[in-house]
């Protein structure tokens, strides 16, 4: 019984001890004025990065807001992202003695300055592989590599490792996929092989308005040398379709009297 009465004694104890507690948190909270009226700075909304893999950047949209949810003094920030910093394989095809170079950094990372990075190359000569064991160090301070001109040695995969200068972090790395041929051996002129189009898109590209304006003369007149082929090959055509079909009628209606005379002997 002495256990009992203990017990209801501490719960009551307890009880009144916490009812006040209890009570004061359901009174209603008093907001200050200053925070009624205070702004803050959010940012509302950010672009996807600019490249895919490696360094890029995206723009954010920074505005102050206030209490009531209005947007005032918005800005636009440029900052750094990082999707992935590894951008896989990159083939490529060279005849020898044309000259070639490899960069492992993209004009947005060039815009960040150079010098803000370590590069640091390595060569598999002779295969094309990711694989990391078959690689060795190739010595060359910068993040490009000039082939004045490109030789048959030369072929193999390269892989470029970025790294930030200040903190080390790898930002970035990239295999290259060299394979140098004989001029002989193919013809790598694809231009004889694009369409319109795609020769119009690639000089807009390269911001070459000249070469887009001589495409499409040369387009233009050879579509009419196209033109005037097929009406010439139509003319022969009809006059040869034109020809046999006066015939067989000829020879139909020669059949046709002789069958006659023959009757009426």
């Known amino acids: 019984m002495k256990t009992l009465e203990n017990s209801f004694i501490c719960g009551t104890l307890a009880f009144g001890f916490y009812l006040p507690l209890f009570a004061a948190s359901l009174e209603t909270v008093t907001i200050p004025e200053q925070m009624k009226s205070a702004v803050a700075k959010v940012l509302v909304s950010t672009t996807s990065c600019s490249v895919t893999c490696g360094l890029g950047f995206k723009v954010e949209e920074i505005c102050q807001i206030d209490p009531h949810g209005k947007r005032s003094h918005c800005i636009f920030r440029r900052s750094d992202c990082l999707t992935s910093w590894i951008c896989g394989l990159l083939h490529f095809t060279v005849p020898i003695g044309k000259p070639f170079k490899l960069s492992c950094l993209t004009s947005e990372m060039i815009g960040v300055g150079s010098q803000a990075f370590i590069y640091t190359?390595?060569?598999?000569?002779?295969?094309i592989s990711t694989d990391d064991l078959l690689f060795k160090p190739f010595k060359t301070p910068s993040y490009v590599?000039?082939?004045?001109?490109?030789?048959?040695?030369?072929?193999?995969?390269?892989?470029?490792?970025?790294?930030?200068?200040?903190?080390?972090?790898?930002?970035?790395?990239?295999?290259?996929?060299?394979?140098?041929?004989?001029?002989?051996?193919?013809?790598?002129?694809?231009?004889?092989?694009?369409?319109l189009e795609q020769k119009l898109a690639a000089n807009e590209k390269e911001g070459n308005q000249q070469n887009g304006t001589s495409v499409i003369v040369q387009w233009?007149?050879?579509?009419?040398?196209?033109?005037?082929?097929?009406?010439?090959?139509?003319?022969?055509g009809?006059?040869?379709?034109?020809?046999v079909l006066v015939g067989t009628v000829l020879y139909f209606l020669l059949e046709a009297h002789r069958k006659n005379r023959a009757t009426e002997e």
């Open 220 to 236: 233009h007149q050879q579509s009419w040398q196209r033109r005037a082929l097929l009406v010439f090959l139509i003319g022969i």
């Open 145 to 195: 590599i000039k082939l004045s001109p490109a030789k048959e040695s030369d072929a193999g995969t390269y892989r470029c490792d970025v790294q930030l200068m200040k903190t080390f972090k790898l930002i970035k790395r990239i295999y290259f996929g060299l394979r140098v041929i004989p001029n002989d051996l193919v013809d790598l002129n694809f231009q004889k092989s694009l369409t």
């Open 238 to 243: 009809s006059g040869v379709a034109g020809g």
């Open 121 to 127: 190359w390595r060569l598999a000569r002779g295969i």
